[in-house]
Every structure is written in C-alpha cells, then in structure tokens.
C-alpha cells in the first residue's frame, strides 16, 4: 500500500527549486569567471548563466574552518540562510558559490542571513 502525502499546515511547497553544483568544473568556473563579494560570514561567488531556470547553488568550507563536524555544522547554515532567501525571493540565471569562513560557525543567524542578502546585491544578482 503506497505511502499517504500528508500536508502540514503552513507548508508551502517552492514551484521551482534551486539545483545543485556538484562537480569540480562548475565550482572552479564560478570562482575564475564570476563576480566575488565577501561579506561578514561568507564568500559569495555568483555567475550569470544567461537563461531562466532557477539558480544553482554550490556550497564549500575549506578545511582551514575545523574538522568535519565543525565543516559541516558551518555547511548546514549557509544552506538553510540561502534556503530561506531564496523562498521569499527566488533568483534566476545565475550558479551561487557560498563559501564558509570561520566566522560563519559562530556568527548570529540573522546577521549570516543579511550578510548573505548583502552579497547577493554586491555581486550584482538582486
């Protein structure tokens, strides 16, 4: 018997999500070709795609940051500050780099979240 979909209220499902970088290439790409903007808790690597669908988003914490624990923590933050932007203001066109810095791990969350607003105007994609 199939599984039953149940939703949650207030649950809003995103009519397009972002995509994911995954490969090396793309990374390597957006940091050569792209614009940079280095704000408060994170780097933000942004390059135009010159299309429609919704933008790609590649994450990396170098391990400068700390061990995996702490990599991943630092990670898991960027991806849900960028989730949260980009469900109230979706962006187009363009593949997003987030960088993790040291700082991130231990930055106020709504500060993260407006570092990253302020990145994305810098760099020219809002």
Known sequence: MPAKTVMQPGFQTAKAAPGRLKRRAEFLKAAASGRRAAIGGLVLQALPRNDD??????????????????????????????????????????????????????????????????????????
């Open 53 to 126: 669908a919704p933008a790609r988003l590649g994450f990396t914490v170098t391990r400068k940051v700390g061990n995996a624990v702490i990599r991943n923590r630092t990670r898991r933050r960027l991806k849900e500050a960028a989730r949260l932007l980009l469900a109230e203001r979706p962006i187009q066109g363009v593949d997003l780099v987030l960088i993790g810095r040291d700082s991130t791990r231990g930055r106020d969350f709504k500060a993260l979240q407006s570092d990253l607003r302020k990145a994305l105007e810098r760099t020219g994609v809002t």
